[in-house]
């Protein structure tokens, strides 16, 4: 009997897939355990394998194409068994699923022939020997656009199936784009620093010598966008410049040290960050031509001499003025007007978006509470002295506010539109700041976990996030974020909720003030904690009531050891 297999769900917010490759054709014979296809999800792109022996009957879209949840993916049966009834039933009655995104050669081939069927054509394509059309894919959840931080390849260059084509700038990383085909670099959609959307044109590999116009053509006609031009026929002509350049070309980009990926270290990139030195004019003197320190600091930007050429003028110039007799006050400006714009990356593009809808969709009103924290420093004092790992405030916050959401459900929920939904397990968001902007990693049931390893997995979710090492499964899921500021001395702040979550807690810093105790005004160690609550789904009370267990526990630590 025919096994029919449905697209499944492989991510929690998944409600479609798109075909990356197929790795069985129809009529291939599939073992257990073999690899059938690579499906692109809106959180990565997984692999997918047979449950049972046979052979492949039916594919439901070819590569590239796009299936909803549930439906009908592919078909899995003994060679020549009539399946038509089970295509009929799951498709509606079509043999196959037809889209416009295109991949492979017969695809391109039927496009150019509908869009070239009702005009004369002056030459053929010939794309009998093409190996595959890149697009540009959805490497994170709320990805919409990828920046080419870097070409590894070249036009003209041989790839190899898992050669790193290039290196693609989310809004959370920059993650390498691997090859699944062998072949040759034909053609590159936009340029290293350029942007291009998802599900656009990225780059064509094939056999060299190809006539890549009428593809380009075709895949723009048929929904991919090749943006790097204004047309195919210039796309293919500054790219074949790119391979043989003029010498006019040559002298302009002489100066130009660095090209693709730039070898360079944390400290040297920050560096040059700071003074806003383009690293690409940099020459590089450690090993593989690594930027160092030392070449930032030595590195003079003509701009500079300019700039001192002109002050030496304007100096000698003013040298040559006599002196008045009387004092005179210049009213000659002591500085100038400047600026540096800094295009937006993507990460902060998707911070701006994200939490503007949040901050003018959701409902939000503050509560704040005054912790006393001297048992909590007495406490975190005598448990280091025995921890695996040092524990944290931050930590013992977490902690407490895990315990807190188990007695709260309802703090720990998300609004839905039609309905709120209140999650039994408890995952909370830790607010990282990273060189160009926030990420928020997730310690997934909190709630089950000591101190120690909340603190080994905070610390591991920090580095991995300062080293662009994280990966989207790290910041899937929370269902409430902690935002800590108190290491920088803010005493108290408000945080914009992280959708979907319901809350956000803002934590300050821990600092002594007068309070009364036993009628009597001593020092006290007082941490201040905001709550932002999304009105749509926790009122007030309920979000006071969070407050006051969240307190009861950090006064008396040991409540959190029961």
Not at 94 to 101: K, R
Not at 507 to 520: A, D, L, T
Request: proline share 4%.
């Amino acid at each position: 009997m025919a096994e029919v297999i449905l697209m499944p769900r492989l991510s929690d917010t998944m409600t479609e897939g798109v075909i990356a490759a197929w790795h069985k054709l129809v009529g291939d014979t599939v073992k257990k355990g073999d690899l059938l296809a690579e499906i692109e999800t809106d959180k990565a792109t997984m692999e997918l394998e047979s449950y049972q022996d046979g052979t492949l009957l039916h594919v439901g879209t070819p590569n590239g194409g796009k299936l909803q949840v549930n439906d009908l993916l592919a078909i899995i049966g003994k060679s020549g068994e009539d399946i038509s009834e089970l295509v009929k039933i799951h498709s509606g009655g079509a043999a196959s699923q037809t889209l416009p995104i295109v991949h492979t050669a017969a695809e391109v081939s039927a496009t150019v022939a509908a869009t070239t069927s009702t005009a004369p054509t002056t030459s053929t394509l010939d794309v009998s020997a093409m190996d595959e059309v890149v697009l540009m894919p959805r490497l994170s959840d709320t990805m919409t656009e990828g920046v080419i931080a870097g070409w590894q390849k070249n036009v003209g260059d041989t790839v190899k199936k898992g050669d790193v084509l290039a290196d693609i700038e989310t809004d959370k990383a920059t993650m390498e784009l691997e090859s699944y085909k062998d072949g040759v670099l034909l053609y590159q959609g936009a340029k290293a620093g350029e942007k291009i959307l998802v599900n656009d044109l990225l780059c064509i590999i094939g056999k060299e010598g190809m006539d890549i116009a009428s593809i380009v053509a075709a895949v723009k006609a048929g929904g991919g966008q090749a943006n790097a031009t204004p047309s195919a026929a210039e796309s293919v002509q500054a790219n074949a410049a790119a391979v043989v350049a003029s010498p006019a070309v040559a002298e302009v980009n002489a100066q130009v040290i660095n090209e693709g990926r730039i070898f360079v270290s944390p400290l040297a990139k920050k560096l040059a960050a700071e003074k806003g030195i383009d690293l690409k004019y940099v020459k590089g003197t450690g090993d593989n031509g690594r930027i160092t320190k030392l070449d930032i600091d030595n590195f003079v930007p003509a701009a500079v001499n300019t700039t001192s050429s002109v002050a030496a003028v304007s100096s000698s110039s003013t040298s040559s003025v006599p002196k008045s007799s009387s004092p005179t006050v210049s009213t000659a400006p002591v500085g100038q007007v400047s600026y540096t714009d800094v295009p937006v990356s993507q990460m902060r593009k998707v911070i701006a978006k994200r939490l503007s809808e949040s901050l003018f969709t959701a409902p939000h009103f503050f509560l704040t509470m005054s912790i006393d924290m001297d048992a909590a420093i007495a406490a975190r004092a005598k448990m280091n002295e025995v921890a695996p790992v040092k524990i944290s405030f931050n930590d013992m916050v977490l902690k407490a506010t895990a315990m807190s959401l188990k007695q709260h459900p309802k703090v720990n929920s998300s609004w839905m539109g039609d309905f709120i939904r209140y999650n039994d397990h408890i995952n909370i968001g830790v607010a990282v700041a990273v060189e160009d902007g926030l990420l928020v990693p997730v310690v997934r049931f909190a709630d089950g976990k000591s101190l120690s390893q909340i603190g080994a997995e905070v610390k591991e979710y920090a580095q991995k996030a300062k080293d662009k090492k994280l990966q989207p499964a790290d910041w899937e899921g929370s269902t409430f974020t902690i935002s800590n500021l108190g290491m920088f001395g803010i005493d108290q702040f408000t945080a914009i909720i992280n959708p979907p979550d319901s809350c956000i807690l803002a934590v300050g810093g821990i600092s002594q003030e007068p309070v009364v105790k036993n009628g009597q005004i001593v020092p006290g160690n007082i941490m201040k904690v905001t709550l932002s609550c999304d009105h749509r789904s926790v009122d007030g009370a309920t979000g006071a009531a969070f407050l006051q267990t969240l307190k009861s526990l950090l006064e008396e630590p040991v409540r959190m050891l029961v």
